[in-house]
């Protein structure tokens, strides 16, 4: 280094030093200036022969290198008031050869408005950079783990304890349920107890990618392998999930053309990009999930067998709610503790009317219905209790009109009572549900049509022609 040195001429060290750094500072052990350079004595308005010499803390108000000089530690970004400002300022002790001889200083920003001027130029990198960490987590980090999955009932601790067993494994697994039941859950569930659990987590739907579109996102593609593709290309899903899980959602809905793709990745663990000169391998655990019965499609040629059974290594079923009735309860708790941050709305509590509701329903929509349900009600209340009033109407008319238990209208059609008219039976429903969100309000049009989820103006319209007198 010192012969590299040597190359440099001693005038044009000065000048480096003055363009590395607008304010620098020498001092020996004693703290007496050795060097000041012409951005600091303009700074201080000093000429290099008054400064060099004399001791620093006489030339640089506040100053504390004689300090370090004599101690030996460090200031990094340190805060020093001068010239009725605050700079900040570097202060390095100097070492030779093992020995401390003196210390060296910077400024970094010699006012607040020079540390404001670079706050803004990299407060652009900034966002930058806090945009793809928060889309890191969010797209490629799991979310949940197993104590986010709440229930109690035989059915569902069974498939709970199967992911669990599994969960090291690298095995496929094949989540089967129907919408709502919560089987990305159990993926995310399943990635954060495994050992990829720092490794990236994937979502792919596959009802949702264009099939012209499929290869590109799954594969991914090199620069200018068709027109519109990304300068240096872009990296497909499998290869961003590489070393990590990868979740196909909504299996079942891949066209068959996909179908026999996806099977060659799983088969062959390579991918190749579109364009690209040869395969990539990658190590990936997959995770698949379908609210369809794949064993029928197999039989009807809709889906692939030989990918079936590739994916049907390890099948975990979970069961839909209205077969897990005690644990409506519970993952209603659940809800309303999600709910209460969203809405900043604390304490919030189901009736035992409400309870009773929402254990008698059957749930079509499952977890998701009832979070839907549950949001509804916080929308509209205005305590902190849920009361069968603040349900959707459909929930209500059950527990009203005594639906529960009564025979539907293709059983009535079997007991002999004729089917009726689609649009006599919606005129029927909807004057039902007029009167029974009059009832609950003790006859306030406003709050019925505010429960009814309708206009004043379109409220009493309906009530002239259902002939609906004030109650």
């Known amino acids: ?40 004595c303009d700074f201080l308005k000093v000429s290099s022969d008054e400064a060099i010499g004399r001791p620093v803390q ?67 990198l900034m966002d930058e950079l806090n945009y793809y960490k928060n889309r890191y987590e969010n797209e490629l980090q799991s979310k949940y783990h197993f104590g986010d999955l709440i229930g109690e009932s035989r059915k569902f601790i069974e498939a709970k304890h199967l992911a669990k067993r599994v969960s090291e494994s690298h095995s496929a697994i094949l989540l089967l349920g129907e919408s709502g039941t919560g089987k990305e859950l159990f993926a995310h569930a399943i990635h954060q107890t495994s050992g990829r659990k720092h490794l990236p987590f994937m979502r792919i739907n596959c009802a949702s990618i264009p099939e012209h579109l499929f290869e590109s996102e799954i594969f991914g593609y090199e620069e200018g392998s068709f027109t519109g593709a990304k300068k240096g290309g872009k990296k497909g899903k499998f290869e961003l999930a590489n070393g990590g899980t990868i979740f196909l959602d909504e299996i079942g809905d891949l066209p068959l053309q996909m179908q026999s793709k996806l099977l060659r990745v799983l088969q062959e663990r390579e991918i190749e990009r579109i364009g690209g000169r040869g395969p ?20 009807e040629g809709s889906f692939r067998k030989d990918l079936y059974y590739r994916l ?44 009773a509701l929402l254990e008698e329903h059957d749930w079509p929509g499952n977890i998701r219905e009832l979070e839907n349900v549950l949001e509804r009600a916080v929308n509209v209340l205005d305590g902190l209790t849920i009361f069968p009033e603040h349900m959707p109407l459909y929930l209500q008319s059950e527990e009203n009109n005594g639906t529960r238990g009564v025979p539907s209208s293709s059983a009535k059609h079997f007991m002999g009572e ?15 549900a007029i009167i029974g969100a009059l009832k609950m309000t003790g006859g306030n049009r406003a709050k019925a049509a505010r429960l009814l989820g309708i206009g004043k103006t379109s409220l009493y319209d309906k009530c002239k022609l259902y002939s609906i007198e004030k109650m």
């Open 1 to 40: 280094m010192k012969g590299l040195l040597e190359l440099v001429p001693p005038d044009w060290l000065e000048e480096v030093i003055n363009l590395a750094a607008e304010c620098t500072v020498v001092v020996n052990h004693k703290g007496t200036i050795l060097y000041l350079n012409h951005a600091y």
């Open 418 to 432: 004729p089917i009726r008219t689609l649009k006599e039976s919606v005129c029927d429903a909807e004057k039902a």
């Open 312 to 355: 049907n290594v390890i099948k975990i079923e979970i069961p839909p709610l209205r077969d897990r009735k005690e644990d409506i309860l519970p993952v209603s708790t659940l809800l309303l503790r999600k709910l209460e941050g969203k809405f900043h709305h604390y304490g919030l509590k189901l009736s035992e009317e409400a309870a």
């Open 280 to 299: 990539i391998k990658i190590d990936v655990r997959v995770i698949a999930a379908t609210h369809r019965r794949l064993e029928t499609m197999v039989e």
């Open 58 to 124: 006489e030339i640089i108000e506040n100053s504390r290198m004689q300090i370090v000089a004599k101690t030996g530690k460090a200031e990094v970004a340190s805060i020093h008031p001068i010239n009725g400002s605050e700079m900040i300022a570097n202060r390095y002790p100097l070492y030779v050869k093992g020995q401390l001889v003196g210390a060296v200083g910077t400024v970094m920003f010699r006012n607040p408005q020079e540390w404001l001027d670079y706050s803004r130029k990299l407060q652009p």
